[in-house]
């Protein structure tokens, strides 16, 4: 009797919790939500009392919810109690591990998205990726603690990871440093020159805005006079910082005309908001520009989505990822939570950026996003999408936007592809290794030359011929097969990545930004484009 009655009792408090001030008046058929969830509760009895072999009621109902969820929309999703637990804990302090926030859906591990800054985000990890082997072993059937007991660990040690993805039809196989997940939303911030200022943001949590305007009086206060915001790789977050990110950079327009940031419709009204950009900040004329790619995603897009509508600035890189749906994030009497759309956003324009999703499988909306083949230049116009059937909205200087697909930037810029060889030896972190090695050895005269002086490094070091030797070699060492095609087509690429890996293991990130983004095509063309975005927001 008494499991029976905590089976009982937990599903009728979930699916209260699941319903919850809704107005459902029927369901299928006209039946009522009770008669629905009476049918299930009669369903799971039957199976639990006569099924050919001993089963998990616990197991079968999150499995009933993971499909009642497949039903709605590809950002609903069930978080299991321990994993429930870990997204607490994120919000608490730091953490180490790879960086990734998952689900577990018919006995696999999903990536529900990668945390921007961390070893998996950096490797290439996606979300709905799924883990299938950890450490050469089937990850099939884990629980969530097993997960996390296999994928965290302290910061410096290795974890491989092999991966199913849509549409590749081998496993794909990284090799994972973990490390210290940060949990702040800045990534990195720096004074590129005399006058532009460099922000990246990767994610948008509780102290965002706060620590955006501690970055940004910190470059002001060194000159900025112009502005690099770099969204690439942030998957969203809160939607109220991301208002109060871009009411940084909008005025509040005029009493007849206020200047809107992004508004929400739910088919519950209670869920419907509005937010107004106020003026009084320092930031609304300084000339800006955004960079986006096919990650960036739901806050990043609203932030992006306001200043393209607006005519503010300039939005460069690839098209973001078309998430324009809110989730509100409920707590379950057994400690899992459910995360449900409760509401669509639309940018001041009236456009809602969300992708259809309608009819197709998960892994097919997902990989959409990645797989978009874009005409790369000067899309000002927006007449790389004017072959589109999405729908056609203004800017507030006339310019031509489209909706339902993301955010497609105003200069179109992708960083050339990598050859398969570099991409195995950075799914592999063969980097990150070759350098922790040789620090110990040859490498000692490097920190010894370098290691206090950031300046010197970044002016003066460069990686040797010996020191590409001994790299290739530390490569054959581990099974990889040089192509030496490939190889001198990335050589450039490789040998910035190992001078920044060096740096990042003296300086962190002050030392691996400066130098990455030397070989940042949309970074470099976002910097010959201010008198182009200052032309935009009519500031000149």
Avoid at 233 to 238: F, I, Q, R, S
Avoid at 399 to 409: A, D, K, L, M, Q
Wanted: glycine share 8%.
């Amino acid at each position: 009797m008494k499991k029976k009655f905590s089976v009982w009792t937990v599903l009728a408090l979930m699916v209260v919790s699941l319903f919850a001030g809704m107005e459902i008046n029927q369901l299928v058929s006209g039946d009522t939500l009770y008669e629905q969830a009476n049918k299930f509760r009669e369903i799971l009895g039957l199976t639990e009392k006569y099924y050919v072999q001993e089963v998990d009621t616990k197991k079968l109902t999150e499995a009933a919810v993971e499909g009642l969820l497949d039903k709605l929309d590809p950002h609903s999703v069930y978080i299991a109690p321990r994993a429930y637990d870990q997204v607490r804990e994120e919000f608490r302090g730091k953490f180490e591990g790879i960086g990734i926030r998952f689900t577990i859906r018919n006995d696999s591990i999903f990536v529900v998205e990668t945390i921007g800054g961390g070893p998996s985000a950096r490797l290439g990890i996606q979300t709905n990726d799924r883990i299938v082997r950890i450490n050469d072993s089937s990850s099939i059937g884990f629980t969530n603690d097993m997960v996390i007991q296999r994928l965290r660990g302290p910061k410096g040690t290795k974890v491989k990871v092999s991966i199913a993805r849509p549409g590749v039809k081998e496993l794909i196989d990284f090799e994972i440093i973990r490390d210290e997940i940060s949990l702040r939303s800045i990534e990195f911030s720096m004074m590129v020159n005399d006058q532009v200022g460099y922000v990246s943001v990767n994610r948008f949590s509780e102290q965002t805005n706060v620590e955006l305007e501690q970055a940004l009086r910190s470059l002001r206060s060194q000159g900025m006079k112009r502005l690099i915001l770099d969204l690439r790789d942030n998957p969203g977050g809160l939607l109220e910082q991301a208002f109060k990110m871009a009411d940084l950079f909008l005025d509040g327009g005029t009493a007849d005309k206020p200047h809107k940031i992004v508004y929400t419709k739910a088919r519950r009204s209670e869920f419907d908001e509005v937010y107004f950009a106020k003026t009084g900040q320092v930031y609304e004329n300084l000339p800006l520009i955004v960079l986006l790619n096919n990650t960036a995603a739901s806050a990043s897009e609203i932030v992006a989505g306001a200043v393209q509508d607006w005519d503010r600035g300039l939005v460069v890189g690839e098209t973001s990822f078309g998430k324009g749906l809110v989730q509100r994030q409920f707590p379950l009497s057994d400690g899992s939570a459910l995360r449900l759309t409760i509401a669509r956003y639309y940018t001041p324009s009236g456009r809602s950026i969300q992708r259809e999703y309608e009819g197709k499988e998960r892994q097919t909306y997902q990989r959409e996003a990645y797989e978009r083949q874009e005409r790369e230049g000067e899309n000002i116009e927006h007449k790389a999408e004017g072959d589109s059937s999405r729908p056609v909205f203004r800017t507030n200087g006339g310019r031509v936007v489209y909706g339902g697909g993301g955010i497609t930037p105003d200069y179109l810029v992708k960083n050339p592809p990598l050859s398969p060889l570099t991409l195995n030896m950075l799914r592999r972190g063969l980097f990150d290794q070759f350098v922790a090695t040789y620090l110990d050895g040859k490498g000692l005269k490097i920190r010894a030359t370098y290691g206090k002086d950031l300046r010197l490094f970044k002016e003066s070091f460069s990686v040797s011929d010996e020191t590409l030797t001994d790299f290739r070699s530390f490569v054959v060492q581990r099974d990889v097969k040089i192509n030496e095609k490939e190889y001198g087509e990335d050589l450039s690429f490789i040998k910035t990545r190992l001078k920044a890996t060096f740096a990042k293991s003296f300086w962190g990130n002050d030392g691996w930004y400066p130098i990455m983004l030397q070989v940042d095509v949309p970074f470099q063309k976002a910097l010959s484009l201010f008198p182009e975005a200052e032309k935009i927001a009519r500031l000149n």
